[in-house]
Structure formats: structure tokens, C-alpha cells
């Protein structure tokens, strides 16, 4: 092997990594002489267990994880290349073919450290995908049958999400300023975009509320009722008014979010609400729209009842309550017979839930428009089909861009 001439050093490093992986040893990089130009002279390349661990590394008194362990064994495997001024050519020097230690099999070569790598072409790929918001386990999926198998890929699927996590490293730092200027770019495109947030003492990111000109235009046109943020058109599609990312779920949170959403609506209110009953939003609805008719979620309704009362027959009298439409008078003593009938005259619960019939029952609310709906299962429909979009593990400016494919793509249908 030795007197082998290489065109490049370049191609001299390619030979011994496919040389090593035929043989099945790992390869790093060992010495590099330069000469007073500071160009490099000779470069050598060892096997992974060449040398040992220092022994500070190993006996640290402070060490607060265990050591990985050793894989320097002292292995003499080597090869080294030297330029040569008269050919211009990379010539061998020495080589050791020798080992101190087994060779890794046919399925233990595909996890040897330098023989994984993931291609230029493929990260690329890998970064778009992801974009368009697929999950980095879905990719990787892909990369497998792309090549025909996990083993064909070139790397691991933690390698995988090393080299994406390393992408984009130096932009999830600043998460917080890099969404709000993916924010203020889009009223470039869109002058209609609107968006407000707000941030605590320490000047962190607590709140965000935003919403594009279609959705604003979708609200002008729309008098269906309001699911959260999510309504009904005439044609019965999802017509999304806009988004909001709260810190915590209090009366004074959902009042910003009305507030903003107010703000961007040019104060229009809605007609009609319908909430899953819960109290700091009906508190928030109570002090700002006072006017509005605002409905209670009948499963919500039903589901609490199957906890509060114990009697077997109740729950379907209730519903014929929520749904049917009665005289008020009439429903008076359907009411006070079910309560009779099912021992539940002293039930706090229902008790507290007579005094709010006017927003569940259909006799108190008839002649306001709900576009059929008693229910909020269209914005729990809305939750599931963007959840097919969104991951807890993207950054923030990620999730926002890709609540706008994920509304592209509601309203492409």
C-alpha cells in the first residue's frame, strides 16, 4: 500500500473511509502538518480506538454524569499521505492495517460514527418538508423507503433530528422577536393582517393574537355564530376568524383575547357565541359583549350531568330540554318533574344550571340563529385538523407558519 499516489487529499481521505467501512472500523481525522505557507504537507487518518481517554477526564471529582464508555484502546490502525513536490501528487507513507480489536459486523457498520452522515441533498430536503410540516419521524419514514431501507439511509434518525435541530439553532434562540417579525412581514403581503400581543415584566412573550384580511372580510359577511374563533359560512364550511396563544386560561387572559379580537373586527360584534361553558370566558363575554346571545355547549352540558346525577333515565330528559322547543311555562314544569322524577330537587348542580337555561335551552333561546348547531364540536373538529399541521416540539414562528398552510389549505376546499 505504501508508495500509492492519490490525486488529492481529498480523494485519499474517501479511499480510507470506504476502505474502513468494508473492513468495519470507525475513522477520525489524527495529525496535520502544514508547511510555512500553511499549507498542508502530510495528513494522517487513525482508527477511532487509537490512543487512550485522559486521565483527567476519567477521574474528575466533580463529574455529574457518568463517563461514556472507553472505545481508546490504544488500536495502531493508521494511514498517512504526504505531498510530494515533484509528482504534485498525495503519496502513502505509511500504513498500518493491523487491529487490537473485533471489526463491527454487516449490521453493526451502519452505526460506525463516520460513516453517518446525512447528504447535502437530503438535508435540504429534510429542511423543506418540514417547512411544509411534516414531522421530522415522517421524514425520516421516507428518507427509509427513498432508499430501500434504514441501513441504506446514511445516517441515524438522531442524526436526523441533530442536523435539523443545528438548522435552525441560531433562530430559536430569539424565538420570541423572529415570530414577531414573521408577523410584521406578513402586512406586507396582506395590509389587512392584524396581530397584538403582550409581554410580562421580564419582557417574555405571554400572549399572541392574530388574524389575516380573509379572515377579517369572512367575519364582515358572516352573522353565524361564533365558535371561540371559528364559525360557519352559509355554504355550512369552516370559516376560521382568527388565532390566539394565551399563557394561562383566566378571565382576565380571555378578556385581552375579546378585547383584540374586537380590535381587529373594527368592534363589530357577533351576533351569537357558543363556549363549552367555561367560566372565565363566560365571565370575559359578560363584560365586554353583554348583548351578545351566547349559548352553553350541550355536550359539555350533558356530559356534567352523567357526573352529577346518578339516575339512569336523566340525562335523556335533559336533552329533550336543551333541544326541544317548549312554552316557557311548559318548560317550567317539564323541568320540575324531571327534577322530581329523578331525585335531584336538591342538586346543587342542577340548581345552578336552571338559573343558566337562558343560554341552553332552546325555548329561551329561540329566534337567535346558531346555523344548527348546539355543540362545539366544529372547533374541536378545527383542534384535530390542525393538529395534522402543528408539533409541541416546533418553534413559535414555525407553529404560526404553519397555521397559515393549515388555513391555505381549509380554505383551498
Given at each position: 500500500m505504501v508508495g500509492v499516489e492519490f490525486k488529492s487529499v481529498e480523494e485519499a481521505e474517501s479511499f480510507y473511509?470506504?476502505?474502513?467501512?468494508i473492513i468495519g472500523f470507525s475513522v477520525r481525522k489524527n495529525q496535520c502538518r502544514k508547511n510555512q505557507a500553511g499549507i498542508v504537507t502530510t495528513r494522517s487518518w487513525c482508527c477511532s480506538n487509537e490512543g487512550f481517554r485522559?486521565?483527567?477526564?476519567?477521574?474528575?471529582?466533580?463529574?455529574?454524569?457518568?463517563p461514556r464508555s472507553e472505545i481508546r484502546i490504544g488500536c495502531c490502525a493508521m494511514f498517512r499521505v504526504c505531498y510530494s513536490k515533484i509528482t504534485k501528487l498525495w503519496v502513502v507513507k505509511e500504513f498500518q492495517a493491523n487491529h487490537n480489536h473485533c471489526m463491527a459486523t454487516d449490521m453493526q457498520k451502519y452505526f460506525l460514527r463516520s460513516h453517518r452522515k446525512i447528504s447535502a441533498a437530503e438535508l435540504e430536503q429534510a429542511k423543506l418538508l418540514k417547512k411544509a410540516g411534516m414531522k421530522t419521524s415522517e421524514i425520516w419514514n421516507l428518507f427509509v423507503h427513498q432508499n430501500g431501507g434504514w441501513d441504506k439511509v446514511g445516517c441515524t434518525k438522531?442524526?436526523?433530528?441533530?442536523?435539523?435541530?443545528?438548522?435552525r439553532r441560531g433562530v430559536d434562540d430569539l424565538d420570541a422577536n423572529t415570530t414577531l417579525t414573521f408577523l410584521q412581514s406578513k402586512l406586507d403581503i396582506d395590509p389587512e393582517f392584524f396581530y397584538a400581543y403582550m409581554v410580562d415584566e421580564e419582557s417574555r412573550l405571554t400572549h399572541l393574537f392574530w388574524a389575516d384580511g380573509a379572515s377579517r372580510f369572512d367575519y364582515e359577511l358572516c352573522q353565524m355564530p361564533l365558535v371561540v374563533l371559528v364559525c360557519s359560512n352559509n355554504h355550512g364550511m369552516t370559516c376560521v376568524f382568527g388565532f390566539a396563544l394565551i399563557q394561562n386560561e383566566t378571565a382576565e387572559t380571555y378578556t385581552w383575547v375579546l378585547q383584540k379580537f374586537l380590535e381587529c373586527m373594527k368592534d363589530k360584534l357577533p351576533e351569537t357565541i357558543l363556549t363549552d361553558g367555561c367560566r372565565s370566558m363566560n365571565k370575559a363575554i359578560e363584560d365586554l359583549m353583554p348583548s351578545v346571545v351566547h349559548r352553553t355547549c350541550s355536550w359539555h352540558i350533558l356530559n356534567n350531568a352523567i357526573k352529577h346525577v346518578h339516575e339512569e333515565g336523566f340525562v335523556g330528559e335533559l336533552r329533550n330540554l336543551i333541544k326541544r322547543y317548549y312554552s316557557v311555562d311548559e318548560f317550567d314544569l317539564r323541568w320540575n318533574k324531571t327534577l322530581l322524577d329523578y331525585n335531584a330537587e336538591n342538586n346543587e348542580w342542577a340548581k345552578a344550571l336552571y338559573g343558566s337555561r337562558h343560554q341552553w335551552a332552546d325555548t329561551h333561546l329561540r329566534g337567535s340563529y346558531f346555523g344548527g348547531s348546539t355543540a362545539t364540536n366544529r372547533c374541536e373538529s378545527m383542534n384535530a385538523f390542525l393538529k395534522r399541521f402543528l408539533d409541541e416540539k416546533l418553534p413559535l414562528w414555525r407553529a404560526l407558519q404553519h397555521c397559515d398552510h393549515g388555513l391555505a389549505a381549509l380554505r383551498s376546499r
Open positions: 473511509h470506504i476502505y474502513s467501512k485522559r486521565t483527567k477526564y476519567i477521574k474528575n471529582p466533580n463529574r455529574v454524569r457518568e438522531k442524526d436526523l433530528y441533530n442536523s435539523l435541530a443545528a438548522g
